[in-house]
Every structure is written in C-alpha cells, then in structure tokens.
C-alpha cells in the first residue's frame, strides 16, 4: 500500500506564484514514477507533469512548459510542483500520483496511487 499526501494549495492572484507538495508513505520504493495531474470544475483530468524518481526525467503539459517545475526528492519521499506566472485557467485541484510504469502517458491509467488533492485558485 502507499499513501500520498499533498499540501500547499491556496489562493492567488494571477502571475503569482505557489508551491504543492505530495508526501509518500508506505511501500512507495517499487513506484519509479510520480506525478502531478489537475481537474477544474466540469473538466476531466488532465496531465500536468511526470518525473522518474530514479533518472529525475520529466515531462511536461504544453500548458505548462516553462512555468511549471516538477521535483522529487528521494530522501523525504516528497513530490513537489513549483508554478510561477500563474493564471485563471490553473485554478484546479492538483494530484500527486505513483506509478511503476508510464507506458500511456499522458493518460492516468498507469497511476495506481492517489493523492486527495490540494485545491489551487488563481484569482484576475
């Protein structure tokens, strides 16, 4: 079992900045990758970013290419996800997800673990 945990959402005024954060707990270590996914109200799901926890690749949504910063720190087990020049259309609530494999990505059937999401407004 695994347990994800993330903390850190909030309000903000757009162009600003925020940082979430996704703790891991339990038997996380056969889980090579994590990720960042968001939903906003009457949407699905959508990718937001992914990163091996053992090689630090990552990847990312067009969306948010060169505004968002996903990292990993192995020693905490803590996912985090750095958003700056932040706008109305992040308003969301942002998961953190483990996966043993990507074969699908963007799609989140991999992702077997869950986080209860951290809820992120970006206010004009």
């Known amino acids: 079992q695994v347990q994800l945990v993330e903390s850190g959402g909030g309000s903000v005024l757009a162009g600003g900045s925020l940082r979430v954060s996704c703790v891991a707990s339990g038997r996380i270590y056969s889980y090579k990758y994590m990720a960042w996914f968001r939903q906003s109200p009457g949407k699905e799901r959508e990718e937001v970013a992914v990163i091996s926890t053992m090689s630090g690749g990552t990847i990312y949504a067009d969306s948010v290419k060169g505004r968002f910063t996903v990292s990993h720190i192995n020693a905490e087990n803590t996912l985090y996800l750095d958003m700056k020049s932040l706008n109305p259309e992040d308003t969301a609530i942002y998961y953190c997800?483990?996966?043993?494999?990507?074969?699908?990505?963007?799609?989140?059937?991999?992702?077997?673990?869950w986080g209860q999401g951290t809820q992120v407004t970006v206010s004009s």
């Open positions: 997800a483990a996966a043993r494999t990507i074969d699908n990505w963007p799609s989140s059937r991999d992702f077997q673990y």
